[in-house]
């Protein structure tokens, strides 16, 4: 597709309405489901390469066409545009996060994502989430993914993950993280804890033969052992000029049927949600997007985009090493 200069836009703000709430999830008291209401307000400019498929659509299609198919092994050039990419989402991740504290909404946080991507001469992308016109997805507590940004404030105890999907020079980076807001609980720091043990060690065993299907066989049982569980709903995927490969598909417990070996030049992330019990079942909120616990317990997740080396593994998305306070 040739290049596309957007005019300035203005972007709907999304804003959950907090005394709409489906009697099947009054048990879950920190977030309202994302019953919308719109309310206009202008955004920068955007000047960078999309996708108008999924800007206009929410339907990725080129993705699509590419069901089935192999996964793709880049070339050296090709590696060097991941890496450019997955480095400028760190940076806006990691800005992003130093704004958390109590009283600051999700909408807040969307739009200094926004503002940190455009900046960079890039531009976010997510399927489908384009066309609730947000950056990013921001999930709270008891929240799996795709928590949709509105105006509800952070509290002192929730917890929070932010996922930075970003797309420059026709090249895709993904990662996510799970922060705390202010002083949280000792299970809550074992949760987060463990969700970050379960991508490391997975991490570490990836290389050139190894199997896409183990990975799950490490996370499982590391989140077992910590009274937690592993959601089999969502994976991890190969990730290049495309956003969402299916090849690799990189589910995130044991005893799956993934099929695959690493390969030089093969780029995915691996991206495990971890939910606190032995529940991993998800529930879907009416807006047919956001992922929640089925029992209202928390869930913490964090990924990273990876590249298969020659003698191993790059996280190409690396940041400072994970610190909880």
């Given at each position: 597709?040739?290049?596309i200069?957007?005019s300035?836009?203005t972007?709907?703000?999304?804003?959950c309405?907090?005394?709409?709430?489906?009697?099947?999830l009054?048990?879950?008291p920190t977030?309202?489901?994302?019953?919308?209401?719109?309310?206009?307000a202008s955004l920068p400019?955007?000047?960078a390469l999309?996708d108008?498929?999924?800007?206009?659509?929410g339907r990725?299609?080129a993705?699509?066409?590419?069901?089935?198919?192999?996964?793709?092994?880049?070339t050296?050039?090709?590696q060097?545009k991941m890496r450019?990419s997955?480095?400028?989402?760190?940076e806006?991740?990691?800005?992003?996060?130093?704004?958390i504290r109590?009283?600051?909404?999700t909408?807040?946080?969307d739009?200094?994502v926004?503002n940190?991507?455009i900046?960079?001469?890039s531009?976010?992308?997510?399927?489908?989430?384009?066309?609730?016109n947000?950056?990013a997805v921001?999930?709270?507590n008891?929240?799996i993914c795709?928590?949709?940004p509105?105006?509800r404030?952070?509290?002192e105890g929730?917890?929070i993950?932010?996922d930075v999907?970003l797309?420059f020079?026709g090249?895709h980076a993904?990662?996510n993280?799970?922060?705390?807001v202010?002083?949280?609980?000792?299970d809550d720091?074992?949760l987060?804890?463990?969700s970050r043990?379960?991508?490391d060690?997975?991490i570490?065993?990836c290389?050139?033969?190894?199997?896409?299907?183990?990975?799950g066989k490490v996370?499982?049982?590391?989140a077992?052992?910590n009274?937690?569980?592993?959601?089999r709903t969502?994976?991890?995927?190969g990730?290049?000029n495309l956003?969402?490969?299916s090849a690799?598909?990189?589910?995130h417990y044991a005893?799956?049927?993934?099929?695959?070996t690493m390969?030089p030049?093969?780029?995915f992330?691996i991206e495990?949600m971890?939910n606190f019990?032995?529940n991993?079942?998800d529930?879907?909120w009416?807006?047919?997007w956001?992922?929640t616990?089925?029992?209202?317990?928390?869930?913490?997740q964090f990924?990273?985009t990876?590249?298969?080396?020659?003698?191993g593994?790059e996280?190409?998305t690396?940041g400072?090493?994970?610190e909880?306070?």
């Amino acid at each position: 597709m040739a290049p596309i200069t957007h005019s300035p836009i203005t972007r709907s703000r999304v804003h959950c309405d907090q005394s709409i709430r489906s009697p099947k999830l009054a048990q879950f008291p920190t977030i309202s489901p994302a019953q919308i209401m719109l309310s206009m307000a202008s955004l920068p400019p955007v000047h960078a390469l999309f996708d108008l498929n999924v800007a206009v659509t929410g339907r990725p299609l080129a993705e699509m066409k590419r069901l089935g198919q192999p996964p793709r092994i880049l070339t050296k050039e090709e590696q060097e545009k991941m890496r450019r990419s997955c480095r400028l989402a760190r940076e806006v991740l990691d800005i992003a996060a130093s704004h958390i504290r109590p009283g600051i909404t999700t909408d807040e946080i969307d739009e200094i994502v926004h503002n940190a991507t455009i900046e960079r001469t890039s531009l976010f992308h997510a399927p489908s989430f384009a066309l609730l016109n947000r950056s990013a997805v921001r999930s709270i507590n008891e929240v799996i993914c795709h928590g949709i940004p509105d105006q509800r404030k952070l509290r002192e105890g929730d917890i929070i993950n932010i996922d930075v999907s970003l797309y420059f020079e026709g090249y895709h980076a993904d990662l996510n993280a799970t922060y705390p807001v202010g002083e949280i609980s000792e299970d809550d720091k074992k949760l987060i804890r463990t969700s970050r043990t379960c991508l490391d060690e997975a991490i570490k065993i990836c290389k050139p033969g190894a199997l896409i299907r183990d990975i799950g066989k490490v996370i499982e049982p590391i989140a077992r052992a910590n009274g937690c569980s592993s959601v089999r709903t969502f994976t991890g995927h190969g990730i290049n000029n495309l956003f969402h490969c299916s090849a690799p598909n990189v589910p995130h417990y044991a005893k799956n049927k993934a099929v695959g070996t690493m390969k030089p030049g093969m780029v995915f992330t691996i991206e495990p949600m971890i939910n606190f019990g032995s529940n991993w079942a998800d529930v879907h909120w009416p807006d047919n997007w956001t992922a929640t616990t089925v029992d209202g317990k928390k869930s913490a997740q964090f990924e990273e985009t990876l590249l298969i080396t020659e003698t191993g593994v790059e996280v190409l998305t690396a940041g400072k090493p994970f610190e909880l306070p």
